[in-house]
């Protein structure tokens, strides 16, 4: 995509329609989004260095998608391993409010 670079919202109480006094004028996704444009700046140089970058970027994005289904997998060997068996609350309506 050449000329203008995509631009993220910078009010997030109008895209989901609420609006909190604690996190007002607080995106996250523009903070990561200028977080990798600073990034991207700073190290991109040349061809070889934009795809090594766009490469690592793809594998921490990878990374956090995968990060529930480890924390599940985990949950589920915790609970098998370890779960008291005298709780009023039974072992998989414990896993559906943990997840």
Avoid at 21 to 41: C, K, N, W, Y
Avoid at 46 to 63: D, V
Wanted: proline letters at 7%; glycine letters at 8%; aromatic letters at 16%.
């Amino acid at each position: 995509m050449a000329g203008k670079a995509w631009q993220p919202s910078s009010n997030a109480a109008s895209r989901n329609g609420r609006s909190s006094a604690l996190l007002s004028g607080f995106d996250p996704h523009t903070v990561l989004h200028e977080r990798r444009e600073a990034f991207r700046r700073a190290f991109v140089k040349g061809p070889w260095t934009q795809g090594l970058f766009e490469f690592l970027a793809f594998g921490i994005k990878q990374a956090w998608a995968c990060l529930f289904g480890g924390l599940m997998l985990a949950l589920l060997l915790v609970t098998f391993l370890w779960y008291p068996p005298d709780v009023p609350l039974p072992r998989y309506d414990f896993l559906t409010l943990a997840a």
